[in-house]
């Protein structure tokens, strides 16, 4: 935020900075003599042409456009903008800087001071020296005939702000530049605003939803495992107290961790080993069971709980108490991937189990949050097996 309000303020110092050069130059040029930029900026009417124009830009980008443009009061704004092309056709601010730097001018002034020359027998002839080695055909025979310069009108040394009759053209067309500029800048600033405030809502929506996500993935997972252990407890079976300890182990892991967006890939195999052991206090003969953990896993991180989705998915599908099964899952990783893979026969859904899975879909969801572009994956259900690759990558 402070880098671009800094680049913002960069960018309008150095805008600012050009455009009040441009004076100096184009009254250099008709003078041929850098010195007299000292006298320019000394000059009120330099101030006044440059204060008008940076006064009607930041009062047009920052006031009339936000609350008249945007807000599409479109005849109030245009009537403000006839208000302030009539303070530029009253202040004339570019004839004034012209004029008055003119009136400055060294060498005019010269040409005015210097002497006449006068021929004794032509009545009234006289013109000034400077003047005559400039005429091509040399002095006209009557002065009140001669070619006069514009400037050389009767003046007192005194510029008003307002000369009636006179139109600043250009300061009308600088003045028709600053407005339209003022409000392409307005517009970008609003553009770029909106453009970050519907990031910053995508973002927090992405967040909410990751955690709703997480909200349903966590009840989901406590109740299945505390049904398994509640199962153990019926039958008096000697294991339940180490299986409180496991569930412990995953409680606690579901409670520190799993709020943050990565946890290390250990912590998650530790989570899945606990409630395999827990799992396999139920399976029975008919069931074998392969996990193989393997590559470099301790420095590799993953969101939390999205490998035991799929995990939990398998002992509650893939496990019948009259046919065979087999279940197999194989997690690798190294310093480019993470890889996935589970495996387990299909069998027939209990028709009184109406609850909807809602882990593989959520988990979806969570890849897509996580890691967008990043991840493969792939569910098959051919040949009666229900196979999940999944590969995260780094």
């Not at 003078?31 to 900026?41: A, K």
């Not at 505390?226 to 107290?241: C, E, G, H, P």
């Not at 882990?359 to 098959?380: A, V, W």
């Amino acid at each position: 935020m402070i880098r671009s309000k800094f680049i913002a303020f960069f960018i309008h110092a150095v805008g600012w900075v050009i455009f009040l050069g441009f004076p100096l130059l184009f009254m250099n040029k008709t003078q041929e003599s850098i010195h007299n930029s000292y006298f320019i900026l000394l000059s009120p009417f330099y101030w006044l042409f440059c204060f008008t124009y940076i006064f009607m830009f930041y009062l047009n980008a920052w006031y009339l456009v936000p609350k008249l443009v945007f807000r599409k009061k479109y005849v109030s704004y245009g009537f403000i903008v006839l208000l302030l092309s009539g303070c530029v056709y009253f202040l004339q601010p570019f004839d004034n800087l012209l004029g008055h730097n003119l009136l400055k001018n060294p060498k005019y002034n010269a040409a005015q001071s210097a002497p006449l020359l006068v021929d004794s027998s032509i009545p009234n002839a006289g013109i000034n020296s400077s003047e005559a080695k400039n005429l091509p055909f040399g002095p006209l025979p009557n002065q009140n005939l001669r070619m006069e310069d514009p400037r050389d009108k009767p003046t007192n040394q005194i510029i008003f702000i307002h000369q009636s009759g006179n139109i600043d053209m250009v300061g009308l067309f600088i003045f028709i530049l600053v407005i339209g500029l003022s409000i392409a800048v307005s517009t970008v600033q609003k553009w770029q605003l909106t453009e970050q405030m519907v990031a910053q809502t995508q973002a927090e929506k992405a967040h909410a939803e990751l955690s709703f996500l997480k909200a349903q993935i966590n009840p989901h997972f406590l109740f299945n495992t505390l049904n398994n252990i509640y199962a153990l407890s019926v039958t008096d079976n000697k294991n339940t107290s180490e299986s409180i300890m496991k569930l412990s182990n995953i409680m606690r892991y579901v409670t520190d961790e799993v709020s943050e967006d990565v946890v290390l890939l250990q912590s998650e195999i530790d989570c899945i080993k606990d409630y395999i052991d827990l799992q396999k206090l139920r399976l029975g003969k008919k069931t074998k069971l392969d996990f193989v953990c393997t590559g470099e896993i301790v420095n590799q991180k993953i969101a939390p709980l999205l490998l035991m989705t799929f995990i939990e998915n398998v002992f509650k599908y893939g496990i019948s108490k009259h046919n065979n099964a087999v279940i197999s899952i194989r997690i690798t990783a190294d310093e480019q991937k993470i890889s996935f893979f589970c495996q387990n026969n299909i069998f027939e859904k209990p028709q009184n189990d109406k609850r909807k899975g809602i882990g593989i879909n959520n988990t979806k969801q969570r890849l897509e949050h996580m890691y967008p572009g990043k991840y493969s994956l792939d569910i098959d259900t051919s040949n009666n097996l229900f196979t999940v690759k999944l590969e995260i990558f780094g």
